[in-house]
């Protein structure tokens, strides 16, 4: 059992609920079987053919497949499946055997909530669908309330299990030799993030014109006519200014925030946002929108500008290689919300890094730091992250996997179980 797949009972519970309230025919040849058998048992449970096909059947929607694929394919899925569902069975089988206690408030809370978004999905139809399924509102509340229990107990096992991994400093200190020249499978990125600004003599002059503009209208000159003069937005410059009617959302937030605040009629203060300065004239407010012009002024850019933040970076890159703490740096000058964090930023699989990240982080190993590169936003510098719990927590997602399927292999030898061929072939056996 891979960890990834240990999740999937709750899971495959709502998309099984989505289905049901769609009424998604299955596109899998044996949905219209009437005749099921047993294809495991574990214990006193016992899996069914048709519990196997809707599992496939959700697989299959859910992965966007369009066609029924091959029957070779579909009864390697099958069988991989099952595989699943028996591991399912078994981590459920030993938590109650262990006594785990799951908080039946909440398994109801959840099932509300399941049901609703079902009547949602179907909307006036609810009854409907539940005739066209061969359900009852209790069948279908008593299969969910036992899929949101299964889960919450695989959840509890999973958990006392992987408290059980221990991660020694020898393990700690073998990763970091064993990728002292490479990048680990799976790694952890941290961010330092620059915006790049205009320095203050641009932005001083920029105010002065909008000072001059705001002199003008004070003076009774028409705002049509000065967006037509000063205004740097192509898009409204040659209407005067003009906007249109907008609602929230359709533009950034502080331009909102101050375009809002006004009554008809009435001019803002200068508003910064990030494409520089502007001067809202309000015209009307409606019940869910506002309809406006602007003047704006461009505080631009400029290779100055991006200069002077790959130095800032630069110099964050040298103190970090000269042994202060990248989280810290990351804390007091990055940008970006990671900051808060430490600068955590992200988890790339080595295989998986985007492309434009590639030629950053591809030549890193552990501990790594990027040289400052630009794009259009700002400046970065990244960093693998090789701390101590970074470590810890990387080789602990190794092991918990290999510890869950030790678990659940020795209990198997303690139960009884039967697991039988789920190809279609046998399906009249």
Excluded at 263 to 290: F, M, N, W
């Amino acid at each position: 059992m891979r960890l990834s797949r240990t999740l999937v009972c709750l899971s495959y519970g709502l998309l099984f609920a989505i289905l049901l309230a769609a009424a998604v025919p299955a596109p899998v040849e044996a949905r219209s079987q009437l005749i099921d058998r047993i294809v495991a048992v574990v214990d006193q449970e016992v899996v069914l053919w048709s519990e196997l096909n809707m599992r496939l059947q959700v697989f299959l929607q859910a992965s966007g497949y369009t066609f029924t694929p091959p029957v070779q394919e579909l009864d390697r899925l099958r069988e991989q499946m099952l595989d699943d569902m028996v591991d399912e069975q078994v981590l459920i089988l030993k938590a109650k055997r262990d006594s785990l206690e799951i908080d039946h408030s909440r398994v109801e809370e959840l099932l509300g909530q399941e049901v609703k978004k079902m009547k949602e999905a179907s909307g006036d139809d609810y009854k409907g669908m539940l005739e066209r399924i061969g359900f009852t509102e209790r069948q279908l509340k008593t299969h969910l309330r036992k899929t949101i229990r299964d889960q919450m107990l695989m959840d509890q096992m999973q958990q006392v299990i992987a408290a059980r991994v221990n991660v020694t400093r020898r393990d700690v200190e073998a990763f970091r030799q064993a990728h002292a020249d490479t990048l680990p499978s799976t790694f952890y990125v941290s961010l330092i993030f620059r915006k790049v600004r205009p320095d203050t003599s641009a932005v001083t002059q920029v105010l002065e014109t909008v000072v001059a503009v705001e002199e003008k209208l004070a003076a009774g000159a028409d705002f049509a006519e000065l967006a037509r003069e000063y205004s740097e937005d192509p898009g409204s410059r040659e209407e005067g200014g003009y906007l249109d009617c907008f609602r929230t959302g359709d533009f950034v937030p502080e331009f909102e925030r101050a375009a809002f605040a006004l009554r008809p009629g009435e001019v803002s203060a200068p508003v910064r946002t990030e494409y520089g300065y502007h001067l809202i004239l309000l015209h009307e407010k409606r019940e869910d929108e506002l309809c406006a012009s602007h003047i704006l002024v461009r505080t631009g850019t400029d290779d100055s500008d991006k200069d002077r933040v790959r130095a800032e970076l630069d110099e964050l890159r040298e103190r970090a290689l000269a042994g202060e703490d990248f989280a810290e740096l990351a804390r007091q000058h990055s940008e970006d919300p990671s900051a808060e964090l430490g600068g955590l930023w992200n988890i790339y699989d080595k295989g998986d890094i985007p492309p434009f990240l590639q030629s950053h982080l591809g030549p890193l190993s552990l501990g790594g730091i990027t040289e400052p590169f630009l794009l259009e936003d700002g400046g970065r510098l990244l960093k693998i992250n090789d701390d101590q719990a970074t470590i810890e927590r990387m080789i602990r997602e190794r092991l918990i996997p290999v510890a869950l399927q030790e678990a659940i292999s020795e209990f198997k030898q303690q139960i009884h179980l039967d697991r039988r061929n789920a190809s279609a072939a046998n399906e009249d056996e």
